[in-house]
């Protein structure tokens, strides 16, 4: 297994998530988000069969508003500006392939290279927006917190994913 920079190699047409917005993201949308630098789509594959994507995530940059950061978090950070941070944009598992840790291994990666990007160039943490209750429960099991303002908007404090 290799979690990989998506290519045109990749059969973005074949991947089947169970969401029609995320699959038509990664079909229409991720590679040349990639090749712009608007953002960075990264593909799970097989070593076997490396064109299959069992999965994939998307990392952007933004920059939140302090209202956006929990009020615990939120008192270090100078209020009048705008604050660094990464976006989880997309997350998506195949469905044929749900349920074998393939999820948990997409956000390990997505973590790791936001904990890369805050060594290098500073960050509050990592935002995540669920598209419902279910994958809010998925990523509050790895510590992510509810920010307060939007319902489903979750939040990693760069303490915490420098730590995973
Ligand atoms: C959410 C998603 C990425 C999970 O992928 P997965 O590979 O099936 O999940 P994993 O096998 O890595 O699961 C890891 C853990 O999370 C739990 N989990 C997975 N999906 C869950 C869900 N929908 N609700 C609650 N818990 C969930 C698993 O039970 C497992 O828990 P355990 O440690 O107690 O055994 C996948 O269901 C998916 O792609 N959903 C559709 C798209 C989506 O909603 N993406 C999130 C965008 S915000």
Same mark, same amino acid.
């Given at each position: 297994?290799?979690?990989? +920079?998506?290519?045109?190699?990749?059969? @973005?047409?074949?991947?089947?998530?169970?969401?029609?917005? %995320?699959?038509r993201f990664l079909k229409a949308t991720a590679r040349q988000h990639n090749y712009k630098g608007i953002s960075r789509?990264?593909?799970?594959?097989?070593?076997?069969?490396?064109?299959?994507? +069992?999965g994939f995530f998307t990392l952007a940059i933004c920059e939140?508003?302090?209202k956006d950061v929990p009020a615990a978090f939120a008192k270090k950070y100078p209020p009048?500006?705008?604050?660094?941070?990464? @976006? %989880?944009a997309r997350l998506a598992v195949s469905v044929k392939e749900r349920g074998k840790r393939y999820g948990e291994a997409l +956000?390990?990666?997505?973590?790791?290279?936001t904990a890369t990007i805050a060594e290098q160039?500073? +960050?509050?943490g990592l935002f995540v927006d669920a598209k419902n209750e279910g994958a809010k429960q998925f990523y509050e099991k790895y510590g992510f917190i509810n920010t307060e303002? @939007?319902?489903?908007? %979750?939040?990693?404090?760069?303490?915490?994913?420098?730590?995973?």
């Amino acid at each position: 297994m290799q979690i990989v +920079l998506l290519t045109r190699d990749h059969d @973005r047409a074949g991947f089947d998530c169970g969401v029609s917005e %995320l699959n038509r993201f990664l079909k229409a949308t991720a590679r040349q988000h990639n090749y712009k630098g608007i953002s960075r789509t990264f593909v799970l594959v097989d070593d076997e069969n490396p064109k299959v994507i +069992l999965g994939f995530f998307t990392l952007a940059i933004c920059e939140v508003n302090i209202k956006d950061v929990p009020a615990a978090f939120a008192k270090k950070y100078p209020p009048q500006h705008g604050l660094p941070a990464v @976006r %989880l944009a997309r997350l998506a598992v195949s469905v044929k392939e749900r349920g074998k840790r393939y999820g948990e291994a997409l +956000l390990g990666e997505a973590v790791h290279r936001t904990a890369t990007i805050a060594e290098q160039a500073g +960050l509050i943490g990592l935002f995540v927006d669920a598209k419902n209750e279910g994958a809010k429960q998925f990523y509050e099991k790895y510590g992510f917190i509810n920010t307060e303002g @939007r319902p489903r908007q %979750l939040f990693l404090p760069v303490e915490t994913l420098l730590q995973l």
